[in-house]
């Protein structure tokens, strides 16, 4: 286990898209963080059966997207590339599924460096089966075996990262969030999925050391929580200042898997990846304006300001004007990444960065909380703390304390309703108990009976 206590960036102005203090090398010659930012690719099939009938036809559109996108990026002049294959559930459930898309993907992008230089990696996410039960089953059970199968089958068929979106807490984070209950949600957080992060991390390394040494555990993504909340907020059924509050907290909970083995590159869709790069120096995959085929956000430009892997979140194989989506959304990405790395050899990045930034920070409190001034102090309030549970509650306090002040420089602009959800949500805070089983008792009767202590390692 790694404890991080201190910054690895600790100047706003080191946090840069493109660079990273610990760069990763992985898959076929691709540096990731050294400088260049590169497209990260992820798709998905259109709407249609996943069953022994109808793999073929699975298989034919796999094949047939990754040709696609590779013919269009030698057209391009792409230099270097990550494909992330998204497992829908199926492919985790039976492992040799998944283990054949990701040899036949593999074999593909290993053609594209063999014939023309073309410098790749390709990140396998698994899908976190666990929620299938309820309370659900965390460390045992038919979904753990699943998932672990077809972590070591992939492994051993060509991935270069492994990821997950994983969901261990979430189970109390939901009816928490619709409730917009805070000590719920910090419960969730700081101790629930903090506990099971660092046992299925543990597993997640314990893989690629085992299986397939020339594999990267990459890293995870507070998805199910943080993006929850930023969709539900961006219906207007939940605060924005709430959402902002949970992606702040939510880093504290993703970080446990860099103090398990993940080195990054880390996930696309943690939109926490900032901070998680100020206080590891590791390379980070960050979506945006060039994602919303996927999803709609109010950060699309400053979600690129530290981005060392620039995707598309994921979008289905369907028909377009100019072709397949996907081919069409790797277009979008590179063009991205373009002025990404010509403003890197310009010796221009930071002016970048800052119009990034000053685009989207004064328009929510999403925004205003990822600024790399407000990274790195969310960042610092974090390690300063050694248990997540403490580690959550400081990230919380240090987001309240930055929209406070951002307020009062009038640098964000909140409405009436939005400033009384930011009262309530300190009073809430200031409420908390110092000891973590203290809050467990607390939030008993209305989440205890939603999950199984034992599976996260605590006394019933």
């Not at 976190?128 to 059970?141: F, I």
Request: glycine share 8%; proline share 6%; hydrophobic share 45%.
């Amino acid at each position: 286990m790694v404890r991080f206590d201190t910054l690895c960036i600790d100047d706003a102005r080191r946090l840069v898209f493109g660079r990273a203090p610990h760069p990763v090398q992985c898959g076929l010659d691709l540096r990731i963080g050294a400088g260049d930012v590169h497209p990260e690719l992820n798709f998905t099939l259109p709407a249609m059966a996943i069953e022994p009938d109808t793999w073929p036809r699975v298989v034919e559109r796999y094949d047939a997207t990754v040709a696609a996108v590779l013919t269009r990026a030698r057209v391009l002049d792409v230099s270097g590339l990550v494909v992330e294959f998204e497992h829908l559930p199926p492919m985790t459930e039976r492992a040799s599924w998944g283990a054949e898309l990701t040899e036949r993907i593999a074999q593909q992008l290993r053609a594209a460096h063999e014939a023309w230089g073309l410098k790749a990696a390709l990140r396998v996410t698994v899908v976190d089966l666990r929620d299938g039960v309820k309370p659900p089953r965390r460390r045992r059970g038919e979904a753990w075996e699943q998932m672990a199968a077809s972590l070591r089958a992939c492994a051993a068929a060509g991935a270069d990262i492994l990821s997950i979106e994983s969901t261990g807490g979430k189970e109390v984070h939901d009816p928490a969030l619709t409730r917009a209950d805070t000590p719920g949600i910090v419960f969730a957080l700081g101790v629930l999925a903090a506990r099971d992060m660092a046992w299925l991390w543990d597993r997640f390394t314990e893989t690629a050391r085992t299986t397939n040494r020339h594999v990267v555990p990459g890293g995870d993504t507070a998805c199910g929580f943080a993006n929850t909340a930023m969709q539900l907020a961006g219906q207007q059924m939940l605060p924005d200042v709430l959402a902002a509050l949970v992606r702040a907290m939510s880093a504290a909970r993703t970080l446990v898997a860099h103090e398990h083995g993940a080195v990054g590159p880390s996930k696309d869709c943690a939109y926490e990846n900032p901070i998680i790069k100020a206080i590891t120096g590791c390379p980070i995959s960050m979506e945006g304006r060039s994602a919303t085929c996927a999803h709609l956000s109010p950060v699309g430009n400053i979600a690129g300001a530290a981005a060392d892997l620039w995707s598309n979140e994921s979008v289905p194989d369907v028909r377009l004007l100019s072709g397949p989506a996907p081919l069409a959304c790797f277009e979008s990405l590179v063009y991205d990444c373009r002025l990404f790395n010509t403003a890197t050899r310009r010796a221009a990045a930071g002016a970048l960065r800052d119009i990034h930034v000053s685009s989207d920070a004064g328009g929510s409190a999403q925004g205003a909380l990822m600024t790399p001034e407000a990274t790195i102090r969310i960042a610092q309030a974090i390690v300063e703390k050694t248990g997540s549970y403490e580690r959550v509650r400081a990230a919380g306090r240090a987001a309240l304390a930055l929209l406070r002040e951002a307020l009062a420089e009038r640098r964000l602009n909140l409405p009436a309703r939005e400033r009384r959800w930011l009262d309530k949500l300190e009073r809430d805070f200031d409420g908390l108990p110092d000891e973590p089983d203290e809050l467990r008792a607390r939030i008993a009767p209305r989440y205890g009976a939603l999950y199984d202590a034992a599976e996260y390692g605590l006394l019933p």
